[in-house]
């Protein structure tokens, strides 16, 4: 839900362009990350870039995801998949474009984080002479754009991200997003699935599948405003997803607290959805600094894998 009244959009010269999105991460985010993590990035990338290299029977402290479940259940005893390192990564970028992802301040709502963080990622990953690619999704495939490296390929990710999403007036499944994956990335990869996780339910069970497949990053967005009803006054509120709009008091303190309990559902049965697909997420605020936020998900990855 946001207001339905707009502020006028900035002049041109303040439009935001793939140049200058990439030449201020360069600056404010991937400069400061190069000094915390002194160009060693595994603990963000780690097990990407992986070949299949053998199967043992499983020891304390494997990782479950490498359990290979046909192997198993034929040895009646669980057997884990080995790899072996590749020189480079085959990245990708599943990214969720639905209309939601247009919430939050006009300066810096979803989609706007959305571009800096695929931009960050992927010029991390492109500068060690990676591949990235990605999918884009408003409710059904938007684009794929073929895995490349090169800073070219930034840009790109970036323009095609800054470009208004399809239209669309239907609730989102996020399962067609995750489908697109499994049936797209054929050899294990490095995924990154990105979306604020407003979605109609049934989208655990196929991100089940994708995180047994491949080395997942699961990263959800945010809005502080999402689980928080400001003092506003009484405005209009329109429904992103349908277009329904509603005339609400944000003044009164009951519908507040109605809306925070809501909220807090809403993050419930979220927190079940990822339990129940055995993926824990990584979650970005749109006002988090972007530096702080890397840095906490590169500290939980590589507490995961000890």
């Known amino acids: 839900m946001r207001a339905s009244v707009q502020p006028p959009p900035p002049p041109s010269d303040l439009q935001p362009t793939p140049e200058r999105i990439l030449h201020r991460l360069e600056w404010r985010v991937i400069r400061r990350l190069d000094g915390i993590f002194q160009g060693d990035y595994r603990t963000l990338f780690y097990g990407a870039g992986l070949d299949f290299a053998d199967l043992r029977e499983y020891q304390a402290n494997d990782d479950v995801r490498h359990i290979d479940w046909n192997v198993t259940a034929r040895m009646d005893s669980p057997y884990v998949r080995e790899y072996v390192e590749d020189r480079e990564v085959t990245a990708w970028m599943l990214l969720d474009r639905s209309p939601s992802m247009s919430f939050g301040l006009e300066e810096r709502p979803k989609g706007l984080v959305l571009t800096e963080v695929v931009a960050t990622l992927a010029r991390l990953l492109t500068r060690r002479g990676n591949r990235v690619g990605a999918i884009l999704y408003t409710g059904q495939v938007e684009q794929t754009i073929p895995p490349a490296g090169g800073r070219n390929q930034v840009l790109r990710l970036a323009h095609d991200l800054l470009r208004p999403p399809a239209a669309t007036r239907t609730a989102t499944d996020l399962s067609g997003l995750i489908f697109a994956g499994l049936n797209t990335i054929k050899r294990r990869s ?14 655990e069970r ?10 997942l990053v699961a990263i ?18 329109e429904d992103a997803e349908t277009g329904e ?12 607290r109605r809306f925070a309990e809501l909220a807090r559902v809403r993050e419930e049965r979220l927190k079940a959805g990822f339990m129940n697909a055995g993926v824990d997420p990584f979650d970005i605020a749109t006002d988090e600094d972007l530096v702080v936020a890397l840095v906490r998900m590169a500290e939980q990855r590589k507490k995961r894998v000890r």
């Open 190 to 203: 490095l995924i990154f699935l990105i979306s604020d996780f407003i979605s109609a339910p049934g989208w």
């Open 206 to 215: 196929p991100l089940t599948l994708l995180a047994r497949k491949h080395d």
């Open 220 to 237: 959800r967005l945010w809005d502080r405003r999402e689980v928080e009803l400001p003092d506003a006054g009484v405005i209009v509120m």
């Open 245 to 256: 709009q509603l005339l609400v008091d944000t003044g009164d303190p009951g519908l507040r």
